[in-house]
């Protein structure tokens, strides 16, 4: 201070700031008394850096004060002091009980400086009034000193909450006989004091935080100070006063600011959710977390004085101010809450219908169309689940407010298609909840009620609406509203029809007659050229004819002729959209779900018609054609754009079947014996819906020569069956449907068809994993219908067969059956596959590998004696995307199909399978490193979903690691080539990074031969690694080669590691930084020992034997890999066998030496002799150039460097050395060896003379005979 230098400051900044990073490291290895003296430092520096970014936080200049110059401090000097302030936040000071790191670096002992915001204030200051090029870290350091805040609330929290049980457990065990004693003074008391004592400190923090937060939230404001804002606002402020942190939080949700908006929205919750419709039904309470009560929030945001309101927001904040205000009233956990009294919810409609009345009857900007869609959304998501809801939507002042009337009208003419189709779904609300217009709930008229609502004369406007469509000059929005409308209105009228049947009114029949003319304009419109309303009619046949019981209500006679037509115009649609020139998979989707609905409510229709109109089909005949459509996509054009199809047609034909549950059916095939033979399209049509559908999907379908179509018909009987197992599940009751009945009679064939499709070879994702879950499906509807054990039994131990648990594969469905080949030698003896047969087998040409993912869940399974483990390894192994999504989650999830006989989702079926890890995770990764890629692919799915992938898989094997090294090098020798693929992959992959205590620790334990094991240590596996990866480099399979070459890599890299001291034992860095000294020393002996018995193991095997391999692929693994451990290891560490190394190097010399170039040599010096000249010269030549070229080779190298080794190391381990130099210079046959030899030894008697002195005589004294 004081200095004019500007270089001295910047200087004293970056000195300041880097003794601080380093003192903050003390600070936080150091407790207790230790930390005193640097606290004062680190306080004193906090002051500093404080005083010198104070002018800036107040937007002035130049400095008054007396500690820091008057002139203007440079940019690399704050820069320096948003670092130590950042630096001081994120280290273990800003825990201290003092804590400075809040006030400036100002020190008190009272609680009371945790509501201290004076450093906050300084920092809001500062990214408010900083230059452009320092914002940024004037914003880090209010991120860090965020974290700061939040660290201190999460400590207080979890302190408070150990006090808790700790007073808890005391006076538990401290029970006093007289019942007043919990009411003394040393009682509870303390305890209600404590914990208000630190709701008051909480509540003073909020009350000085919330002004500086709004402040900094204000447009006016810079970027950085808003976001800075929205982040406190989120992390820090929703913890202690959670509706003003909200409030807040919703006001910066429409920022003109991309990112703090989205900073905003994110806390909220609705970033993902905004604009799309409310599912309550997979609404969960996890989604609530930390959010304040409605009425807090009403409160706040609607009712606010002092702050911005509601009405005050941006448009997009009030947008995503409404969902966020009916996601948190439906995370009440009473809903509305007896405290609110409905006060709150009349409110919020009233906002909601208050700002649709202010956009009525004008043109709409794009900001304002997506806040009457969100206003829509929000109504519809109110009148649906609340009776009280709809009540205040109907009461509503038509005056002067936003009415019923007003809505009906949004519904047809809003800009937005979402807004209309929300309009409608409020109307259909409305209409729906009879009380709404009756007086009293007993005297419901359905004449009455279709006269107050209006209802006829709705669905005579949307009638003559609709009727315009096929005009030249139609307008498309009031076309699609009228569809939806319409469909509500006859939605409406079915379900009222179901109350009160004997009203005969004429306002009724003409009713109906609006009604009939919607549905047939709705059927007309299914092929309408224009998408929109070509989809727009499919989903309005779905509201119109949908229903919320299992049963579908009975089709009024006034509708039949109607509901023809529209099956008629369906069967149409269908076919064109399923066609090669019109394949549209979206409008296939759409009108395949609405034909299973209008077959469902077709099916109470007796078929009669008064219609003459030329080539008009009744009811009965268009219900036949349209299931008939819908089996025609199964395999066509658009299946080939969009497999995912089927399981809609499955779901579709599920509708039409099961929607009468018990009855007595006028068909007269119900309950007859189906003929043998081929189809008989006159007795399927003769049959019930539920027979009809199984009778042709077993007898056509699932016998169709085209692959596609057979491989289509497995998410269809998924669809079947996972109904069935859903129901039943849910409630026994169900099995007595008719449906049920007959899928139950079926099952074996089920099971049959299932497992032929399974092995296909030309089988999708889609219908293998469709196989697998129906499986199981059957598992769990003969668990819970009353059937026998023996016919449970029977499925379990047919599939374990077809998988092939048997003694000799017989029956397996790897093995194929007489009749399938007959099939492929095409004789024509034979008809197609038949799933009743007692032969369970797969198709033609099918090789062993087509089940092999399964036959690995079923070995797994019958290993660890659970049979029904096999159904959640099915399940388990299913990965396609559509199983995922929430729809089809809730429908073939294992919770629905598999219900008491499994366990309910993936979680629990992870946990259930924890016993039994060890034994299944040898199989499991040996079949994820199949050779066969659908094997391979099948079982990665199921690994990743049992085990959960990444870290996690990595500690469940570290956890079974030698059970499971052991087993899969045992089976690496299998007699099995893809027992051997696979074993050699899983090794390859689980040996990555281990330690020498990870194999088994222990000491040399066995020789060089594989003798005298005293038990499985990290010698023998190391030993037996290396023996088995020779072996599957020499296979003679070319998948075990490949897999031997990535194995031999791999442990290659693992015996470099072990032999490498520094490698070690893997020790976090910050945990070594403040290890002691003697702790330090002593690992590092211990590494040093580990690596010493790894060198001494591996060196001895490659030497003896790695260096002889008859493949050449595997002496090069040898080679590289006694080179790489050479090249780390210590002198002291290669000490025991670094003679019998050099020896071995020094024959190697010669040995791996082609033998093309002693032969070249030879023939070149015989030739130059027969020519006359001297052959010598020649000879030497060729001689001197093997020589350069042994001595620059990897070998020499290595021998260079155990040479260099051989002086650091003891004098008796020198003078073994002598020896094998005379026993190389006498055995060695090549020129290269001796050659080597004699360097070698010119080499030692300079560097170590002393290990050629040997006593005794020339016969006996090695260095005499050398």
């Not at 019942?179 to 404590?194: C, F, I, K, R």
């Not at 804002?229 to 992390?235: D, P």
């Not at 060896?1233 to 005794?1256: E, Q």
């Amino acid at each position: 201070p004081g200095s004019s230098s500007s270089s001295v400051l910047e200087s004293a900044a970056s000195l300041l700031h880097a003794l601080c990073v380093r003192l903050t490291l003390f600070y936080d290895a150091r407790t207790g008394s230790g930390r005193d003296r640097l606290r004062v430092l680190l306080a004193q520096s906090l002051k500093l850096a404080s005083d010198v970014l104070t002018p800036t936080s107040a937007g002035e200049l130049t400095s008054t004060g007396t500690n820091v110059t008057k002139t203007a401090i440079g940019v690399e000097i704050r820069d320096h002091c948003y670092g130590l302030i950042s630096t001081l936040a994120r280290s273990n000071f800003a825990l201290d009980e003092r804590q400075e790191i809040f006030d400036c670096g100002n020190s008190s002992s009272s609680t009371s400086v945790f509501t201290s915001i004076a450093t906050a204030t300084l920092l809001f200051g500062c990214s408010s009034n900083e230059t452009e090029i320092l914002r940024p870290r004037a914003t880090s350091a209010l991120d860090a000193l965020l974290g700061g805040y939040t660290r201190v609330i999460s400590l207080r929290a979890e302190q408070a909450k150990k006090d808790m049980l700790a007073e808890e457990l005391i006076a538990k065990n401290n029970v006093s006989e007289n019942p007043w004693a919990d009411l003394s003074a040393n009682g509870s008391g303390s305890v209600s004091v404590e914990t208000k004592g630190s709701k008051d400190v909480t509540e003073s923090l909020a009350r000085s935080l919330s002004p500086l937060i709004w402040n900094a939230a204000r447009r006016s404001q810079p970027k950085s100070s808003r976001l800075a804002a929205a982040r406190w606002s989120h992390e820090l402020l929703s913890h202690i006063d959670a509706p003003n942190a909200y409030h807040l939080l919703c006001f910066l949700s429409g920022d003109d600011d991309a990112t703090v908006s989205m900073i905003a929205k994110q806390a909220m919750g609705v970033d993902k959710s905004l604009g799309e419709d409310i599912n309550l039904s997979s609404w969960t309470k996890d989604d609530s977390n930390n959010l304040p009560s409605f009425g807090e929030i009403m409160s706040s945001v609607v009712r606010s004085k002092s702050r911005p309101k509601y009405t005050e927001f941006h448009l997009r904040a009030q947008a995503a101010s409404l969902r966020f205000m009916v996601q948190s009233l439906f995370s009440e956990e009473s809903f509305y809450g007896d405290e609110l009294g409905g006060d709150e919810l009349r409110i919020f409609v009233s906002v909601i219908l208050d700002t649709l009345s202010s956009y009525r009857g004008r043109s709409l900007s794009r900001e304002e169309i997506d806040l009457v869609d969100e206003c829509a959304i929000c109504l519809s998501a109110c009148t649906s689940s609340s009776s009280e809801g709809r009540s205040l939507v109907r009461k509503f002042h038509d005056d002067s407010g936003f009415g019923f009337n007003d809505i009906s009208m949004q519904a047809l003419n809003s800009h937005s298609a979402k807004a209309r189709r929300h309009f409608s779904e409020v109307v259909g609300h409305l209409y729906e909840d009879h009380a709404l217009w009756t007086d009293s709930p007993g005297s419901f008229s359905v004449s009455d009620w279709i006269e107050i609502t209006g209802l006829k004369n709705m669905a005579t406007i949307c009638t003559k609406t609709l009727g315009t469509m096929f005009e030249p000059s139609f307008v498309l929005g009031e076309v699609h509203g009228a569809a939806f409308l319409g469909s509500q209105c006859v939605r409406a009228l079915r379900l009222a029809e179901t109350r009160n049947e004997q009203d005969t009114d004429d306002g009724i029949s003409d009713c109906w007659t609006a009604c009939a003319g919607i549905v047939s304009l709705l059927g007309k419109g299914l092929a309408h050229s224009d998408a929109a309303i070509g989809n727009a009619c499919s989903r309005a046949i779905v509201i119109a004819f949908s229903y919320d019981g299992q049963d579908a209500p009975n089709l009024n006679k006034k509708l039949f002729d109607a509901v023809a037509i529209a099956l008629g115009k369906m069967n149409a649609s269908l076919k064109k959209f399923s066609s090669i020139d019109h394949a549209d998979a979206n409008r296939a989707v759409s009108l395949i779900e609405a034909s299973g609905l209008l077959l469902a409510a077709s099916t109470s229709g007796a078929g009669s018609s008064n219609t003459k109109e030329d080539g008009f089909v009744g009811l009965g005949g268009a219900r036949l054609q349209c299931v008939d459509s819908l089996f025609g996509i199964l395999g066509s054009a658009v299946y080939k754009k969009d497999d995912e199809l089927s399981l809609a047609v499955g779901e579709a034909l599920v509708k039409y079947a099961d929607a009468f549950g018990r009855g007595e059916w006028s068909s007269s095939g119900s309950g007859a014996e189906w003929p043998e033979g081929p189809y008989n399209a006159e007795f399927a049509f003769s049959l019930p819906p539920h027979v009809h559908i199984l009778y042709t999907l077993f007898e056509r379908e699932l016998k169709s020569t085209n692959p596609m179509k057979k491989n289509s018909c497995a998410p269809v009987m998924l669809a079947i069956v996972g109904h069935a197992s859903r129901l039943c599940n849910i409630d026994t009751v169900f099995s007595q449907r008719a449906m049920i009945q007959e899928v139950t009679k079926f099952m074996i064939r089920f099971q049959n068809n299932f497992i032929h499709l399974l092995s296909h070879p030309k089988a999708t994702q889609l219908s293998r994993e469709s196989c697998c879950r129906g499986i199981a499906a059957l598992r769990g509807l003969s668990t819970v219908i009353s059937a026998p054990a023996k016919e449970t039994e029977s499925l379990n131990a047919r599939l374990l067969k077809a998988f092939g648990e048997t003694s000799n594969y017989g029956g397996s469905a790897m093995i194929e059956t007489e009749a399938q080949a007959r099939e492929r030698r095409n004789d024509g003896e034979a008809s197609n596959f038949d799933a009743t047969s007692a032969e369970v087998g797969g198709t033609s040409g099918l090789s062993e590998a087509a089940l092999g993912a399964y036959r690995e869940m079923s070995s797994a399974a019958i290993s660890c004696d659970r049979p029904d483990v096999l159904y959640s390894l099915m399940m388990l192994s299913t990965s396609h995307e559509i199983w995922s999504r929430t729809e089809t989650r809730d429908l073939y999830g294992a919770k629905s199909i598999l219900g008491k006989s499994g366990t309910n989702d993936t979680e629990e079926i992870r946990i259930a399978l924890r016993p039994h890890l060890g034994k299944l995770i040898p199989r499991l990764l040996r079949a994820c490193n199949d050779p066969n890629k659908q094997t391979r692919e099948q079982m990665n799915n199921l690994w990743t979903a049992l085990t959960g992938g990444g870290a996690e898989s990595r500690a469940l094997i570290s956890q079974h690691f030698l059970t499971t090294m052991d087993i899969l090098i045992e089976e690496a020798g299998s007699k099995l080539w893809r027992a051997r693929v696979g074993a050699c992959g899983a090794l390859a992959d689980i040996i990555v990074g281990r330690s020498w205590g990870e194999l088994g620790g222990g000491g040399i334990d066995i020789d060089d031969e594989g003798t005298g094991m005293k038990g499985v240590t990290a010698s023998i596996r190391l030993l037996r690694l290396w023996r088995i990866t020779m072996r599957a480099l020499d296979d003679v399979r070319t998948p075990v080669r490949e897999r031997g070459d990535t194995l031999g890599r791999g442990v290659r890299a693992l015996t470099i590691r072990l032999c490498d001291p520094k490698a070690g034992e893997n020790t976090k860095e910050e945990e070594d930084v403040y290890l002691s000294n003697a702790e330090r020393k002593r690992r590092e002996k211990e590494n040093d020992i580990n690596s010493e018995y790894a060198a001494t193991v591996s060196l001895g095997w490659l030497v003896k034997y790695g260096l002889n391999q008859p493949c050449a692929e595997a002496t090069g693994i040898c080679i590289s890999c006694l080179l790489g451990i050479v090249d780390v290891s210590k002198p002291t560490t290669l000490q025991p066998v670094l003679a019998e190394l050099i020896g071995s190097l020094l024959m190697a010399m010669s040995g791996l030496e082609p033998s093309a170039l002693n032969y070249l040599q030879v023939r070149a010096a015989g030739n130059e002799s027969s020519q006359g000249t001297n052959g010598a010269n020649g000879y030497d030549r060729l001689e001197r150039l093997r020589i350069q070229l042994a001595s620059s080779g990897p070998i020499a190298e290595a021998l260079n460097k155990c040479l260099d080794m051989v002086k650091f190391v003891e004098l008796d381990a020198q003078k073994k050395l002598i020896p094998e130099l005379d026993s190389a210079l006498r055995k060695g046959a090549g020129f290269a060896t001796r050659a080597s030899t004699a360097d070698a030894v010119t080499t030692l008697c300079n560097t170590c003379p002393a290990a050629f002195k040997f006593p005794g005589s020339s016969n006996t004294n090695p260095t005499v005979r050398l």
